[in-house]
C-alpha cells in the first residue's frame, strides 16, 4: 500500500548524498544550508517542542528564501507554525496540537484561523472532519491539508521511520475518531492475541532541522534539558541540519559524551547561531520570550497585520543576525540572565 | 437529603455566605483536584490548571508524589506553573530529563498512576472532545497528548471550570476514550491500557463515574451549594444527571493549600485567567516592550522561582 504524503528514502540516493554527512567539517551558514538540502516540495520538520528549542530562525529563512509546497510534521505547533501557513509555504501539515485560544481569548494562530474561516491566503481541507466553506473560497489555489494525530503518535512516526520499518503499532485513540478520520492510521486485530492495535506509518522526512545547546564542526550535537523527538528525527530524516549554540572543540563533547545525542554520522551540517530558537527558549541557555510572542500573536489577528508582521521581521531582515539586532541583544542577554536563575549548563 | 443539611451544620448561614463569595473557581477546582491524589503516585501533569493541583499535592499532603512533564521531565519539583509542558522551568530540580517517546513509552507501560487533563465537551461516559466543533465550525487545540494519556493513564482527573455547553449527548468529534459506549468492558475490548476517567472536578461540584454503568453522576458538592444549586447543575446537562444517594461536602481550600498555589502562580496568571490582568498583560496593553518592560517582567520571575527554590530544597 502507498501511504498518500510519505515520501520513501530511495536508498541509493541516499548513499549518493550521504558525501555530506561524511566530511570532519559540516559549519555552514544558516542561509546555505536551507538552500543546500531543502527543495520545493519536500518534507520537514523542526526540533524541540511548543516554546521550547524550537529553531524558530529557520522558520523565518524558509519564508525568506520563499520555499513552496513543503510538508510539515510536528507534534505540538508553535507560533512559527502559523507563519509558515500565513506566508504559503506549506501544503501538508501533520499535527497533534496547536495553541489556539490559549491565552484569554486571543486567537492562537492567526493564520490558520483566517485559512479556515476566509478561505485567504488559501483554504485548509482536514480531511472529512472541517473544511473551507465553498462560498469563502475566493482563490484557486489548492487547500492546505491537515491531518490530526496524537503527540505519540506523530513521535511514533519518527522513531519506524528511524527503525526503518513501515510502521510501529501502538494502544493510543482505539476506539476513537482520530483513526476514523485519518486515513492513515490503520486498526488491525494483532496476529499474536488477537486483539485491536492502531498501526502508525513511518514518516521520513527529507529535512529536520534541529537546535542542540553544543555541537562540534563534526555534528556531534548534545542536548540538555528534554530532549523531545531529536533522538528519533535525526535517525528517520535523510538530512539532519544541526543550529547549535556553541560550537566546540571535539574535546569538549568527550567531557559529556552521554550528553550526545545525535552522533556525528546522522549529521549533514552544522550551523552555530546564537539565539537561534528566539521567540522560543533553550534550556540553560535563555528563557522562552512570552513578551514578544504574545505581541507577535496580537499583531497577526488582521490579514494585513500578518503582512506588515511578515515584512518586518522577516523579510525586512537580512539574516538571523539583523533580526536579533531588530529584537535587541540587550534584551537576549536579559532572557539568558533569567534562565541561569534556575538552569545552568555544566561548563 | 438529610445528610446533606447534616453535614453543613458545622457551618452557620453567614459564613456560607462568606466562603460562597470568597473562593475563585480556579482555586475551587486546583484544591480539589489536589485532594485525589495518594502519596507516592506518579502524576502526568500538563499546563495551568493540571500543573498547578499536582504540584498543591506534593506541597501540601503527597510529598514523595512524582510529576511528570510530557516534553521530558520527570520528578521535577514545581518551581512555577507551566506553559507548555517544555518550559525550562519543568526541568529545574528534576529527577531524571528525557524525551517525549520515552515519557509516552512509560505511560503505555503502565507507570503513570493519573493524570490530570481538561476537555471542551464530554458526554455521558467520560469521552472527551478537544478537537472540533461542527456547530459553528471551529478547530480547537486538538489531542496533543491527551488522546495518549486518556487511553494509557492509570485514572484520569478532569479539571475545568463548570460549563453547561460542554456536556453533550454526542460529542462532535472523539477525541479522548472516556468508557466508550459505557459497555461493561468497552476499554478492554478496544485493547485500552488506561482505566479511563477517574472523575470530573468543577467549581460546582464534583462528578465521578458509576463502577456498573460508566455513567457519569454529581457526587459531591461545596458546602454553600444549596438544593436550589443542585437542581440547577444537573439541569444544565443534556441527560437526566444522576447524583449519589448521600452527596460528599467538599471542604472548602485550605490557606496551606491557597498559600501553595499562589507560590507556584505568584502572579495570577492561571488563577485569574485572563492573562490581561497579570503583569504580563499589563506589559503588552501599555505596549511597553522595551527592556524596561522586560526587567519588570524577569524580575518577578526570578524572585518567584528563587523563593520556591529555597522553599523546596
Known sequence: MKIEGLKTVNYEERLKEK???????????????????????????????????????????????????LSFIDESAFFGMDQLVGAEVLDRLDLAYWPIRQVGGIVGLPSVERCLKEGYPRPIDIGGVLKTPEDKIKSDKPPLKIVDWTNFEVSLRFMAGALNVPFIPC?????????????????????????????????????????????????????????????????????????????????KIYENAGMTVIPAYCTDAVVLLSYNCHPSGVYGCYIWDMLYDLRMVLACQTGDGFSRWLDEWVYGCKDHFEYCDKVGWEKLERLAKAEHVINRIPA | MGHLYTAREK???????????????????????????????VIFVGIGISDLAGAIAKLVHAPNALMVAEAGYIGFAGIST???????????????????????????????????????????????????????????NGSGGGGDISSSAGRIIYTVEFNPRSYVKKLDYMTEPGFLDGSPDARKKQNLVGGGPSCVVT???????????????????????????????????????????????????????????????????????????????????????????????????????????????
Not at chain 1, 546555505?32 to 516540495?41: I, K, M, P, S, Y
Not at chain 2, 457551618?11 to 456560607?16: D, H, S, V
Not at chain 2, 530529563?97 to 455521558?124: C, N, R, S, W
Not at chain 2, 497579570?278 to 524577569?298: Q, R
Open chain 1, 19 to 69: 558525501g555530506y554527512k561524511k566530511r570532519l567539517n559540516k559549519v555552514m551558514t544558516e542561509k546555505e544550508a536551507v538552500a543546500t538540502f531543502l527543495r520545493d516540495g519536500d518534507s520537514f520538520a523542526i526540533g524541540g517542542f511548543i516554546q521550547w528549542r524550537q529553531p524558530q530562525s529557520i522558520v523565518r529563512e524558509i519564508i525568506r528564501q520563499r520555499k513552496k509546497k
Open chain 2, 203 to 313: 467549581n460546582r461540584g464534583v462528578f465521578r463515574f458509576d463502577t456498573e454503568t460508566h455513567e457519569m453522576y454529581l457526587a459531591e458538592v461545596f458546602p454553600w451549594q444549596d438544593e436550589e444549586d443542585i437542581e440547577e447543575v444537573k439541569k444544565a446537562f443534556p441527560w437526566s444527571l444522576k447524583a449519589a444517594k448521600e452527596l460528599k461536602i467538599i471542604e472548602p481550600p485550605t490557606e496551606r493549600e491557597l498559600w501553595a498555589m499562589r507560590l507556584m502562580d505568584p502572579d495570577g496568571m492561571w488563577t485569574i485567567a485572563k492573562i490581561m490582568d497579570a503583569t504580563l498583560g499589563k506589559l503588552i496593553l501599555s505596549g511597553k516592550y522595551d527592556i524596561e518592560g522586560y526587567n519588570t517582567l524577569l524580575e518577578g520571575r526570578e524572585a518567584a522561582w528563587r523563593k520556591a527554590m529555597e522553599i523546596l530544597t
Open chain 2, 82 to 140: 507551566m506553559f507548555s509542558p517544555s518550559d525550562s522551568w519543568g526541568g529545574t530540580m528534576a529527577m531524571c530529563h528525557q524525551g517525549l517517546p520515552e515519557t509516552f513509552i512509560d505511560e503505555q507501560a503502565g507507570f503513570i498512576d493519573v493524570a490530570y487533563l481538561g476537555f471542551a465537551q464530554m458526554d455521558k461516559f467520560g469521552n472527551v472532545n478537544v478537537s472540533y466543533i461542527t456547530g459553528p465550525k471551529i478547530r480547537m
Open chain 2, 11 to 41: 457551618y452557620t448561614p453567614e459564613q456560607l455566605e462568606e466562603m460562597k463569595e470568597k473562593y475563585l473557581p480556579t482555586e475551587l477546582i486546583c484544591c480539589t483536584a489536589s485532594r485525589e491524589i495518594e502519596d507516592g503516585e
Open chain 1, 171 to 251: 494502544r493510543s485513540s482505539l476506539g476513537t475518531d482520530i483513526p476514523k478520520y485519518n486515513k492513515e492510521i490503520k486498526v488491525i486485530d494483532d496476529p499474536y492475541e488477537n486483539k485491536p492495535l492502531l498501526l502508525i506509518p513511518a514518516y521520513k522526512p527529507d529535512v529536520v532541522f534541529l537546535s542542540v545547546q553544543r555541537a562540534d564542526r563534526r555534528g556531534n550535537g548534545q542536548i540538555w534539558g528534554f530532549r523531545g523527538t531529536e533522538y528519533w528525527k535525526a535517525r528517520a530524516a535523510k538530512h539532519v541540519v544541526l543550529l547549535t549554540e556553541e560550537l566546540v572543540p571535539a574535546e
